[in-house]
């Protein structure tokens, strides 16, 4: 097993601890923290004049929508919204707006509908500073238990890039050793070249350096096309800016070892 076989089982075993991660925050989001702030909602937000009405709170806590079965439609139909204002820098809930449609329609569903914006209004203009702030209280309980939760999946992530990032290296430090010595071989996906901002050569079978300049900024590149019925034909470009060179590099990792 090589070494990139390791990390690439690494990888593996780090995705299904990921998944567990991300299962152990929806579950908190579930069963802790969208009922916490449900519960605070239905507390201020109750005692309608239609006992069908019902509330939805989103899992971070800044939107309660209002919603009622409508014998229209096979879902329930939303009623309005109530949307929690935060301050970007310190995350305080600083104020509540409401969001609430227009319509011409006059049925009974609609008049109970308005009545509800208006039990609605009467609630904020009585209870809105405490209702924000045992909202801001519940989301400050939250945030440490919830961090730690995310930070588990984060750091994960993080594991997962890091052994991205080596085999990445590591597929460039072999494709580079290849095309500085017997040269890198295209099979089933031929490669490309820019020799020149004015000379493109494609259909590229083989490629290797056979020589570099002093500085190492350029080579002289050996190329093998194909055309027809696999024939071949050989040609030898000097100087040629080593990243230009860069994309064959990138083409083989592509085309050949992660084909």
């Not at 690439?8 to 923290?33: F, P």
């Not at 020149?196 to 079978?205: E, I, M, Y």
Request: aromatic share 8%; glycine share 4%.
């Amino acid at each position: 097993m090589t070494k990139i076989d390791i990390i690439t089982k690494i990888i593996e075993t780090k995705n299904n601890e990921l998944e567990v991660a991300y299962e152990a925050i929806k579950t908190r989001n579930e069963t802790v923290v969208n009922p916490g702030y449900k519960a605070i909602v239905d507390k201020y937000f109750n005692d309608f004049s239609n006992e069908e009405i019902y509330t939805k709170v989103s899992n971070d806590g800044e939107l309660v929508t209002f919603l009622r079965p409508h014998v229209d439609y096979n879902y329930p139909k939303d009623l309005m919204d109530l949307r929690l204002r935060t301050d970007w820098k310190t995350g305080e809930v600083t104020d509540v707006h409401t969001s609430v449609y227009s319509t011409s329609d006059n049925s009974v569903w609609e008049l109970e509908r308005l009545q509800l914006v208006g039990q609605i209004a009467s609630i904020l203009i009585d209870y809105k500073d405490d209702f924000m702030a045992e909202m801001m209280s519940f989301k400050e309980a939250c945030k440490k238990e919830s961090k730690a939760v995310r930070q588990v999946g984060y750091d994960i992530e993080k594991d997962i890039r890091e052994c991205n990032k080596e085999i990445h290296r590591m597929q460039t430090e072999a494709a580079e050793k290849l095309l500085n010595g017997e040269g890198l071989v295209f099979t089933d996906k031929l490669a490309s070249v820019d020799i020149s901002w004015n000379n493109n050569v494609r259909r590229v079978r083989k490629a290797r350096i056979v020589g570099k300049t002093p500085s190492g900024k350029s080579a002289d590149l050996e190329v093998t096309t194909t055309y027809g019925d696999n024939q071949e034909n050989v040609y030898l470009f000097k100087k040629v800016r080593m990243t230009n060179l860069n994309t064959l590099v990138n083409q083989y990792k592509s085309y050949v070892i992660n084909a």
